[in-house]
């Protein structure tokens, strides 16, 4: 007797358990037909190549992981200058993605758009087709130079899912540090 009580105790946590994973992997839609992810993407990494202010050339990187449960692909990144002094503009035409991470590049994401608002100092870029849940992907942004004045500049990232009526998730902030050149170092510069 004691051992079917058992054995009828584990089979409900199994099935209960095998139906929270279950439920977990897929997307969830309201009634409004608004759909979220069952399980958000995450920001792994915010990073430049030139932390010096001023400087022509640099490259962000931000890596999201997209989990395996994330019930829904992913369409669409928003990402907002949140702090930092100066504007940082960036060059739409030479932004790109790819799956993997900036030190382990793999194949190339297609964009469908890339947007810019000046006012919200949003980028906002749009996949496709739409990224598949279990990738790692790395957004490369170009701005057209790092800030003039140096400090902690902050990004939020935004996720969104497939759909026409998706919300989007905050991941959290990628935070680039700049910094002004001494007088010492550009004195002796050799472009000086």
């Known amino acids: 007797m004691r051992f079917g009580v058992l054995f009828s105790t584990a089979l409900a946590w199994a099935i209960a358990f095998e139906g929270y994973v279950t439920l977990k992997s897929q997307a969830i839609q309201l009634q409004n037909g608004t759909v979220y992810f069952a399980q958000p993407p995450r920001l792994v990494e915010a990073a430049t190549t030139y932390q010096d202010t001023y400087v022509w050339g ?44 900036r030190r382990k590049r793999g194949q190339k994401l297609k964009l469908k758009d890339v947007t810019s608002d000046r006012k919200s100092r949003t980028l906002s870029l749009t996949f496709e087709p739409p990224v598949s849940p279990g990738k790692n992907i790395t957004i490369a942004l170009k701005p057209v130079q790092n800030p003039m004045v140096g400090g902690v500049y902050l990004f939020g990232v935004t996720a969104y899912p497939a759909g026409e009526k998706s919300y989007g998730q905050f991941l959290g902030f990628g935070r680039l540090q700049f910094y002004s050149p001494s007088i010492d170092s550009l004195r002796w510069h050799p472009w000086w």
């Open 58 to 101: 640099a490259t962000y990187y931000f890596t999201i992981s997209l989990p395996e449960n994330a019930g829904e692909p992913l369409q669409k990144i928003t990402i907002n200058q949140r702090e930092g002094v100066d504007y940082i503009r960036f060059d739409r035409e030479d932004t790109y993605a790819f799956e993997g991470t």
